[in-house]
């Protein structure tokens, strides 16, 4: 039995990627110093497979991202230097960025022109492999055409955009075949969706096109199972990876159709997604599971991680501040290699290593189980307009209000204090009045612009889901444990690790001051229960919906400690309702079930507070009824990128609340512009009625400059203006 492992982290123990990549573009580096810093990087990663696997990919390591590498290597963009490179990952020409799958790593995405001709015209691989020539023998990374093409934006036919794509595809295999490679790791996570049956057959056809005899391909997949898997038996592979954490159905498919004896299966049993330690002794039982159902022995086995383990931080070793009872049950990437290698030598007598690592653990989750739906608590769309006339008594808001979705820039002088007072430099007291005069500020600089609706600019939080878990009982933070979101972006996902309560306020302080000194609502801004989870890691046993139920009691314990407190509008924040979604279609239904219910407990609150949500995204068309479900009163969106067209999908779909459209695109490096926001509004209006609709940005301002934000946020006030006098009957 042999291991492999890939998608091994590229951030560095301390972080050095995004170190030394930051400090070129700020030119403190030169490009040769950043190519010998990244380097040294990679040798480190390297180091890391050599020490406990038999096998690896080389040539993972990218700049920025490996999905926009790959459309740098057939032609899509020009891989001119180092300056054009990043000037379309983050410059002046930056691709859109987009979440990997169901991940929260997001990629830039590839944008296709019509017939465009594919061409090779970076032949990274190759680059790579003479780098690493020491490692002749390991298979040399490649992202595969179905996934990098499902991935990009495309305009035409599917098929015959694959089609020319696996020509080009063709001609690289040769080319790395005339150089000597022969195996190549070819991850198509994308086989994991729903994939058409139409599409299967133009991917048996071309793969069978594609791969030259000799070349030994392993297709790698992950995320979830491959329903077509025995349509993959007959093509000229040497080995199928399979996510084993992520897509158990894959061994009920394996028990169905058994396994081709000629390949080799890669079993992905060790979990890249989450660090809940593996008991090895179960492991070893799983494998011989799997390889009773496919029927194969020993020599075919190969033991490897569900997916890349980019997913984790790099290694527990940095963590000096966990507690030994926590740090007992957890693995990040490295100590995830170190299972694989334990996994693999179990019977060769690391018996004793294996059963007293993670041993204490509890059995691992059973493959999900009651597919009941659940009760989503949703209230009779009549209820709104009820609640809807009490609140407007109360609030007494103008026409088309305007408003933002709570955070305002964070400037280095923020963020320096901050780092200040989590070190222990500034104390509570100072920290806490640090807090406060920025947040009267933001108050005072509201009311000059002329907002209806004011927030308190959360300039206490770095991060929208790491603040709340800091203080919620039974979440434990790293001090340590980056994970790349996009580029050279890092954040620390919280882990769950107990039953989860709200012992103390959450935002109370800071909400409730902005309130006492300001004239009009302040409305409070809470993360909600999903996004919380979807962001979080996991170290319980109990089912997703069971964690995401208490989270949703403790946001609403804290919703109604602020509706006390005299905040009568409360938002609750969920950008990852959609991207949390199962990435097959058949799950969903049940997955919106409970996400929508646990929405709804979490927003449960008198008729007098006005509830808000804001959905972070573009996307709705398939989810809408399950949008209608959730309650609240008003919905913010993105909506003012190409032309507004995500309204077009409640057209027909009775929504009957209110709906703040964001009308300025704030991931754009423009400010507000008045034919957009005007563009926006009439289309709203005519779906929704000139009562129903607010004003606002897309999102958070959190990232922008203070001097955009201002003239963006005045144009919105000076427009509303002018709505308001021409839309003057629809008050009465
Ligand atoms: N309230 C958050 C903010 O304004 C929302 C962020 C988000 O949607 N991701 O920053
Ligand atoms: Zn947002």
């Not at 040539?59 to 490179?85: C, H, K, P, Q, R």
């Not at 509201?446 to 709340?468: N, S, W, Y």
Request: with cysteine.
């Amino acid at each position: 039995m042999k291991s492999y492992a890939y998608g091994f982290p590229r951030l560095g123990k301390r972080r050095e990627f995004k170190k030394s990549i930051e400090d070129f573009w700020e030119s403190k580096i030169t490009k040769e110093q950043l190519a010998s810093l990244l380097n040294a990087v990679e040798e480190e990663r390297i180091c890391f497979y050599k020490e406990y696997v038999d096998n690896f990919p080389i040539g993972e390591f990218t700049y920025y991202d490996n999905v926009f590498d790959t459309a740098l290597i057939f032609g899509v963009y020009n891989f001119t230097n180092f300056e054009t490179y990043f000037d379309c990952a983050r410059g002046k020409n930056a691709l859109e960025l987009r979440k990997y799958f169901d991940t929260n790593y997001h990629y830039l995405v590839p944008s296709i022109k019509n017939n465009f001709e594919f061409k090779l015209s970076w032949n990274k691989p190759l680059l790579y492999f003479k780098t690493f020539f020491s490692f002749k023998d390991n298979p040399v990374f490649l992202i595969g055409p179905y996934t990098f093409l499902k991935l990009s934006k495309l305009n035409e036919d599917f098929d015959k955009a694959f089609d020319r794509l696996c020509i080009s595809y063709k001609k690289l295999f040769d080319e790395l075949k005339n150089n000597n490679i022969h195996s190549i790791h070819l991850e198509e996570p994308a086989f994991c969706l729903d994939v058409t049956k139409k599409e299967v057959k133009s991917i048996a056809r071309n793969y069978k096109k594609m791969i030259p005899a000799g070349l030994n391909v392993n297709l790698i997949t992950y995320y979830e199972s491959v329903d077509f898997l025995p349509h993959l038996y007959e093509l000229p592979l040497s080995g199928i990876g399979l996510d084993f954490i992520a897509g158990r159905e894959n061994l009920d498919i394996l028990e169905k159709n058994g396994f081709p004896k000629d390949k080799k299966l890669i079993c992905g049993i060790v979990d890249a997604r989450n660090p809940l330690r593996s008991n090895i002794e179960e492991k070893v039982k799983f494998l011989e599971t799997i390889k009773r159902a496919a029927g194969l022995n020993d020599e075919s086995i190969v033991v490897s991680n569900s997916s890349p383990l980019i997913h984790l931080p790099v290694t527990l070793d940095n963590e000096n501040n966990l507690n030994d009872n926590i740090k007992s049950k957890i693995s990040f990437a490295k100590e995830r290699l170190y299972e694989i290698n334990l996994i693999t030598q179990f019977r060769e007598g690391k018996t004793k290593e294996a059963r007293s690592w993670g041993s204490k653990m509890p059995a691992e989750l059973k493959a999900a189980s009651p597919k009941k739906e659940f009760n989503t608590l949703s209230l009779p769309q009549k209820v709104f307009a009820n609640r809807k006339k009490i609140q407007q008594k109360i609030l007494n808001l103008p026409l088309f209000p305007v408003t933002t979705i709570g955070s305002f820039p964070q400037d280095k002088n923020l963020r320096k204090t901050r780092f200040d007072f989590v070190k222990g430099n500034i104390s509570l007291h100072d920290y806490d009045n640090f807090i406060r005069g920025r947040i009267f500020n933001f108050i005072e600089k509201q009311e000059e612009i002329g907002l209806d609706v004011l927030t308190h600019g959360e300039f206490e939080r770095t991060d929208m889901v790491e603040f709340f878990a800091k203080t919620l009982r039974g979440f434990i933070t790293t001090q340590n444990g980056w994970v790349i979101s996009y580029g050279t972006r890092a954040y620390r996902p919280p882990i769950i690790s107990e039953r989860i309560k709200r012992e103390n306020p959450l935002t109370i302080k800071e909400t409730f001051y902005a309130q006492s000194i300001a004239p009009k609502p302040v409305k409070g801004i809470l993360t909600g229960p999903i996004t919380i989870l979807a962001w979080s890691y996991n170290l319980r046993n109990d089912p997703l919906y069971t964690i995401c139920f208490e989270l949703a009691q403790a946001i609403n314990c804290e919703a109604k400690n602020l509706a006390e407190n005299e905040i009568k509008i409360i938002q609750i924040d969920e950008p990852a309702i959609k991207e949390f979604a199962p990435l097959k279609n058949r799950k969903r239904d049940f997955y919106y079930s409970w996400a929508v219910r646990s929405f709804n407990i979490a927003s449960h609150l008198a008729p007098e507070v006005q509830v808000h949500t804001h959905l972070c995204y573009s996307e709705f068309s398939g989810i809408i009824n399950w949008i209608n479900k959730m309650n609240f009163d008003v919905l913010t969106i993105e909506a003012a990128r190409e032309g507004a067209k995500i309204l077009d999908s409640f057209k027909n779909s009775k929504f009957n609340r209110a709906i703040g459209p964001g009308v300025w695109d704030i991931h754009s490096k423009y400010p507000a512009d008045d034919s957009i926001i005007r563009d926006v509004l009439n289309r709203s209006i005519k779906i929704f009625g000139a009562k129903n609709v607010w004003i606002n940005p897309d999102c958070g301002l959190k990232t922008r400059k203070y001097e955009e934000v201002e003239i963006s946020l005045k144009l919105m006030v000076k427009i509303a203006k002018i709505y308001r006098s021409k839309f003057k009957k629809c008050m009465v």
